[in-house]
């Protein structure tokens, strides 16, 4: 039986991502933590909508134009499309687990290649 | 900021349904289940994808034709459509949170009047 928090690194030098599943216009995504934020001065910028929620840890979010949010376990957002967001800070003490779902994002991977 | 966890009720007489998110060909539910199995001799046979996950509680999971499994938090399956399926019990002691993700579900409601 897979578990969202099975296997959790302690420390990693970058961000964790794993596709759960993906379906023509849905990916649903695991994303792991260990204190990074967003690269400095990357915003994510999508031309897709993204509903993300964080299940362990802890975050800061910033929405452009806005104070930033801190997110805690259960938390939950919606971004939509081109809706210009980054992770300002992550739980330096223990690992955040995200859980995002992309919806009508393009496929990356139409070849099958790898990225 | 909306949170999977918040107003969660001890005991409730059904399971409660709430979507989250719907957008067209993906619904995002949250179910509480607070020791209700699904109805009985009821099995779920849907036309459409859906992947779920236990975020607290517990439960069994019967998939037809095959044992039941046990579902605590983080674990999570993939039920591609008509995998019939039920749950046969929910944890009576605590709420059982789950995160539903269906896809490809036919919009149930064109007319905008609720169900």
Redesign the interface.
């Known amino acids: 039986?897979?578990?969202?928090?099975?296997d959790l690194p302690a420390k990693t030098d970058e961000e964790l991502f794993s596709d759960?599943?993906k379906?023509p216009?849905?990916r649903?995504e695991r994303i792991i933590s260990t204190g990074q934020p967003s690269p400095p001065g990357h915003w994510y910028d999508q031309d897709w909508?993204e509903?993300v929620?964080l299940?362990a840890g802890s975050a800061g979010l910033v929405i452009e134009g806005k104070p930033e949010?801190v997110?805690?376990?259960?938390?939950?957002?919606?971004l939509p499309a081109h809706r210009r967001h980054r992770v300002s800070w992550t739980d330096a003490g223990s690992p955040t687990v995200w859980?995002a779902?992309h919806?009508?994002e393009p496929d990356r991977n139409p070849s099958g290649d790898s990225r």
């Open positions: 039986m897979p578990n969202l928090f099975a759960l599943l379906r216009g849905v649903i909508d509903w929620v299940l949010i997110l805690e376990p259960g938390d939950y957002v919606f859980l779902i919806i009508g």
